[in-house]
């Protein structure tokens, strides 16, 4: 799983334990995940400033990274060997300033016992107790049978699926005409104006307080889809400051790749992070368009 955490002016020693806690939150121990799915995730969430603030909650739409984010969740970061050999298996970090990309070698881990205020809170999908975060696991559930989808690790406070599901009813706004976006940021959104055949602007999505009025946003999350084939283009715009920098933790080959002449970031074949005229553009994929059509897409926001 990747993470996006966003990030503040630290000195040498914090910014490695940032690297480290991004990592761990990205650690995907699970055979059948949807990375691009999971990139959606978490570049979403930071929208809303709970996920700005909660970095200890982790998203568990697969189980994913959830050894990692034990160690994290109770304090063992900086003492266990497996923060050392983390450490160690950091391949390469790409950063654009208020964009970092962590390449890594995933550990070998097994499986990691439960932090104490988990005890009896988790089962698996036939009711029985779940006691360790293996990765052979896909999904837990509470006692009653519904799915568990966050987990704040200092509490033990458990989000279910239909929990999060109201939660994003209430808290986004949905805009289908794409000349209102700029009614809503403090920035101006720029749409792409080549995409590749049968892809069209769906809509865009704000995080909302309830009850309040969505003006002068810092970010945009932008959805295109083909309706053919029901694959998506996801993009998020942010305005670029130091509350919506951001990093982003991947075992997938990272490299710098030129947009219009500018460093981006390009992470495996169906994502790519890069910024320019003071905003941040996080963009990711589905079905087959390759790294140069997403490229090109990039290079057509003008």
Aim: hydrophobic fraction near 35%.
């Amino acid at each position: 799983m990747m993470r996006a955490t966003n990030r503040k002016n630290v000195d040498d020693l914090d910014r490695e334990l940032q690297i480290l806690e991004s990592q761990l939150y990205s650690q995907d121990f699970s055979l059948v995940s949807n990375k691009e799915k999971v990139r959606k995730n978490v570049l979403t969430k930071v929208n809303r400033k709970e996920a700005i603030a909660m970095k200890k909650t982790i998203s568990m739409k697969k189980i994913s990274g959830i050894v990692a984010a034990a160690l994290i969740g109770t304090a063992l970061l900086s003492q266990t060997a497996f923060a050392k050999e983390i450490m160690e298996n950091i391949v390469k970090m790409i950063s654009l300033g208020n964009i970092e990309v962590v390449q890594y070698e995933t550990p070998d881990i097994e499986s990691y016992p439960f932090p104490q205020v988990l005890e009896g809170k988790l089962f698996d999908q036939e009711g029985k107790p779940v006691t360790t975060f293996d990765k052979e696991i896909e999904a837990v559930y509470t006692k009653d049978g519904e799915k568990i989808v966050d987990i704040d690790m200092n509490t033990g406070k458990l989000t279910t699926e239909k929990e999060e599901a109201l939660y994003e009813a209430n808290n986004t706004l949905i805009v289908k005409d794409k000349n209102l976006l700029n009614q809503y940021t403090c920035f101006e959104v720029k749409l792409p104006s080549y995409l590749p055949e049968g892809y069209v602007f769906d809509r865009a999505e704000f995080y909302k307080e309830a009850d309040k009025e969505v003006k002068d946003s810092k970010y945009i999350s932008l959805y295109f889809l083909n309706q053919a084939t029901g694959e998506s283009i996801y993009m998020q715009q942010r305005h670029a400051d130091e509350e919506t920098a951001y990093s982003i933790g991947t075992d997938e080959i990272v490299e710098e790749v030129q947009v219009s002449g500018i460093k981006a970031i390009m992470t495996g074949e169906n994502s790519i992070d890069w910024e320019a005229n003071g905003v941040l553009y996080g963009m990711s994929t589905q079905g087959k368009i390759d790294k140069e059509q997403l490229i090109k897409i990039a290079e057509s926001i003008q």
